[in-house]
């Protein structure tokens, strides 16, 4: 099992093929793009709008385990423990939904790298709570379109106030962009995830290449 480094927060790409006009082929070819280019993780999130079944979703989490491979890049599953240790993936990440964290702990604990989404206090007292959990994820931090379901935007000032109470590293989400990533970094959390500014940019490597930069900078 990989050890988890906050560091692999910095800049971190979510996405599935719903993200990229369900085209399986060009999902592949820009996640590649984005890896080569320095992104620090990848968690493959099948989701709203996927056009894929179990059998086209389970080639394409083996197929995404090769590239971050051969990038040495680490490899997260969206809400699926099984799927993440059938493919071999390096990390689940778990929503908030009913008792899942406790399942996956039960489950994958000890074998992949937990993160959790908490998005209000109470939540973020329950994963201080549970030693198994390696970071958290904290957004919609700004409106988001990513998301058909998302919650309403934190802002930053609640996302430094939760980033402040809680004993995890934090990684922000939700409408992320150039223009506020500087500002985002500053609640002073370990790392920012994004699918559409990577994703839907017509310069994948300049954008993460300006995203890594902006540590050195901060």
């Known amino acids: 099992m990989m050890k988890f480094n906050p560091k692999i927060l910095r800049v971190y790409l979510v996405g599935g093929t719903q993200d990229v006009d369900n085209d399986p082929e060009r999902f592949l070819h820009d996640v590649e793009i984005a890896l080569q280019a320095g992104v620090t993780a990848f968690q493959y999130r099948e989701k709203d709008g996927s056009q894929l079944n179990?059998?086209?979703?389970?080639k394409m989490a083996s197929l995404l385990r090769e590239l971050t491979h051969q990038y040495h890049v680490p490899y997260f599953i969206d809400d699926d423990e099984?799927?993440?240790?059938q493919v071999g993936a390096d990390g689940v990440h778990v929503g908030q939904k009913d008792q899942r964290i406790e399942?996956?702990?039960?489950?994958?604990?000890?074998q992949l790298m937990i993160g959790y989404s908490c998005n209000t206090t109470d939540e973020i007292a329950k994963a201080n709570?549970?030693?198994?959990?390696?970071?958290?994820?904290?957004?919609p931090v700004f409106p988001t379109s990513s998301k058909a379901d998302a919650?309403?935007?934190?802002?930053?000032s609640e996302l430094t106030r939760l980033n402040t109470v809680s004993h995890h590293p934090v990684v922000a989400i939700g409408g992320i962009s150039?223009?506020?990533?500087?500002?985002?970094?500053?609640?002073g959390v370990a790392g920012v995830a994004v699918i559409s500014m990577i994703l839907g940019s017509s310069d994948i490597t300049g954008t993460v290449k300006k995203m890594c930069a902006a540590y050195e900078k901060n």
Not at 82 to 85: S, T
Not at 103 to 110: L, P
Not at 151 to 156: I, K, S, V
């Open 129 to 139: 709570q549970l030693p198994e959990v390696d970071y958290v994820g904290v957004g």
């Open 151 to 156: 919650d309403p935007a934190l802002g930053l």
């Open 178 to 187: 150039h223009a506020n990533l500087a500002a985002t970094l500053k609640a």
């Open 103 to 110: 399942t996956v702990i039960q489950r994958a604990g000890g």
């Open 54 to 58: 179990r059998a086209a979703t389970l």
């Open 82 to 85: 099984e799927l993440a240790l």
